[in-house]
């Protein structure tokens, strides 16, 4: 197909100085010209450059992962002291899912796109209310007052700097968001490395001094997410980079890699587009199924290595910590590597890595190597985040920015089934099959207590990895980007009117303002 495009001769004047709308041969807009400079300073009163804002991102990222990759650190010195079953303990990691990837996710989501509730503003919340969390967690003398405090309280906030990340890399690097991404979704992981060291330590982190370590956590991780609720500010809706011509971009002319590997969408897709394609249920489906493995790798690889009697060595410090730092270090580069080879490879591949790395783990843990259980902890930690990277590009590139955050949280909700494998589903699994009854799952008095046999880890790990290799198998056949004809045809499939030029050869380049700016 041909294209024919002008080049806009028109600028129409906006609060934030002035742009044109310049149109694809799909009909995609693009709105060029503004500075995010010059944006950030008649929103929020100062100037930010992209490069402030993606630290913004990467803080939001960093501050808000302590509760999800420190609990299987933490978990254990909380539950002996309190006296909780480990299904009680764990249940406490579903709820804080639930909350995380539900009510904070699709909810402020969609609050943050219809104007409701500012990136900004999100920001602040969750820094507000993780304090009260940790408070909550340190002072647990029932369960429930943890699954309130803890995991709720804690999954709102955590989830809400989630949301505010991964919303700030997609809208302003919509060129060059691979391992920009990776950066700022990395710190997800490595963000509680700190923190899983001091847990790790006896004579840090014991029944009588973990309180004061769980209080210096809230108060930190809420100072660093309220210092990042200044370094944030949306994107308008279709901007795009002026030192980037959005036609050869859409033409795949564009001398950057990254864009050849992973042209942008076509189209700005809505939520209700977005879930009428293929490509959105098989990113549902991959997506699930993927996060419950990861999740599974989070919380129960340190309770596995404990099992196995690795605590109070170097070798579980190593790789319970190591295996957080190169879940966050390896984002990044997997995200660097997506834009050379495409994401849909990156992902198919990284997935699999993934599935085979936890049966290396299992393997090592089962012949008592703690050296070797450490090794392949650390190297599968470097894959096991690759879900969380690739659901936010994979959106953003195949969807479009418009409604990326409502669009990623859509699968991004069932991260409480994947929650729900990696916590509470594994141990009730673990449970029976180590000779447990539904007592022993429930904590009921009386009830036969267990040890978890080494026949239940092998299956819990064997479901595991092959919901990663299943997951694998999902993206690869059934994931290639939506052209436009599939667009076209959802949006007759729904009874939507096709947008003006889209599928057609000639391009015209307007001044119409029919993307308004401003804060989402």
């Known amino acids: 197909m041909t294209s024919v495009a002008t080049v806009p001769s028109g600028t129409v004047r906006?609060?934030?100085?002035?742009?044109?709308?310049?149109?694809?041969?799909?009909?995609?807009?693009?709105?060029?010209?503004?500075?995010?400079?010059?944006?950030?300073?008649?929103?929020?009163?100062?100037?930010?450059?992209?490069?402030?804002m993606l630290l913004g991102a990467w803080m939001c990222f960093f501050f808000g992962s302590v509760l999800e990759y420190g609990w299987g650190a933490a978990s254990s010195t909380v539950i002996s002291h309190y006296g909780w079953s480990t299904v009680a303990g764990f249940f406490n990691y579903t709820v804080y899912v639930l909350f995380e990837a539900t009510v904070a996710a699709y909810i402020f989501s969609r609050m943050r796109e219809r104007g409701l509730l500012s990136i900004r503003r999100m920001a602040w919340l969750g820094a507000a209310i993780l304090m009260i969390s940790y408070i909550f967690f340190a002072n647990a003398f029932a369960p429930w007052i943890s699954y309130a405090g803890y995991a709720m309280t804690g999954g709102l906030a955590s989830g809400l700097g989630y949301a505010a990340g991964g919303g700030i890399v997609t809208k302003w690097f919509p060129e060059k968001r691979g391992w920009r991404l990776g950066l700022a979704n990395g710190a997800w992981a490595y963000g509680a490395v700190p923190f899983i060291i001091a847990y790790s330590i006896p004579s840090v982190f014991n029944q009588g001094d973990f309180q004061t370590v769980l209080y210096a956590t809230g108060i930190i991780i809420s100072i660093g997410l309220l210092i990042a609720s200044f370094l944030i500010c949306d994107a308008p809706k279709n901007w795009w980079p002026a030192d980037v011509d959005p036609l050869t971009v859409s033409q795949a002319k564009s001398k950057s890699?990254?864009?050849?590997?992973?042209?942008?969408?076509?189209?700005?897709?809505t939520p209700q587009e977005f879930f009428a394609t293929r490509q959105g249920k098989a990113q549902i489906a991959s997506f699930t199924l993927a996060l419950a493995a990861s999740l599974f790798n989070v919380s129960l690889y340190a309770p596995f290595g404990a099992a196995m009697g690795f605590t109070g060595g170097i070798a579980f410090t190593v790789g319970a910590a190591g295996f957080a730092f190169t879940d966050g270090i390896g984002r990044p580069a997997m995200g660097w590597i997506s834009s050379f080879i495409g994401r849909r490879?990156?992902?198919?591949?990284?997935?699999?890595?993934?599935?085979?790395?936890?049966?290396?783990?299992?393997?090592?843990?089962l012949a008592h190597s703690p050296v070797l259980w450490a090794v392949l902890a650390v190297l599968t930690g470097a894959v096991s985040g690759s879900c969380f990277v690739?659901?936010?590009?994979?959106i953003s590139d195949y969807f479009g920015e418009n409604y990326v955050a409502t669009n990623w949280s859509i699968p991004y909700m069932l991260k409480v089934f994947g929650g729900a494998f990696g916590g509470i589903g594994a141990t009730i699994l673990l449970t029976l099959y180590s000779g447990g009854t539904f007592g022993t799952v429930l904590g009921i008095s009386g009830?036969?207590?267990?040890?978890?046999?080494?026949?239940?880890?092998?299956?819990?790990?064997?479901?595991?990895?092959?919901?990663?290799?299943?997951?694998?198998?999902?993206?690869?056949?059934?994931?290639?980007?939506?052209?436009?004809?599939e667009y076209i045809k959802v949006r007759q499939k729904l009874g939507l009117s096709v947008p003006s030029g889209a599928g057609q050869p000639a391009i015209q380049a307007s001044g119409t303002s029919d993307v308004s700016g401003g804060d989402e």
């Not at 149109?23 to 400079?37: C, I």
């Not at 290799?469 to 690869?476: F, I, P």
């Open 257 to 269: 890699r990254e864009l050849k590997a992973n042209p942008p969408a076509v189209a700005q897709f």
């Open 14 to 52: 906006s609060a934030y100085g002035s742009y044109h709308i310049v149109t694809d041969r799909n009909g995609r807009k693009y709105r060029v010209g503004e500075s995010p400079e010059d944006i950030t300073k008649r929103v929020i009163g100062y100037k930010l450059t992209r490069r402030k």
């Open 447 to 485: 009830a036969p207590s267990v040890t978890f046999s080494n026949a239940a880890w092998a299956i819990a790990f064997l479901i595991a990895t092959v919901f990663a290799v299943v997951a694998a198998g999902l993206v690869w056949f059934a994931e290639k980007q939506p052209t436009i004809e």
């Open 390 to 394: 690739f659901d936010w590009l994979i």
């Open 345 to 365: 490879k990156a992902v198919s591949m990284f997935y699999l890595l993934m599935g085979i790395g936890g049966l290396g783990v299992l393997g090592a843990g």
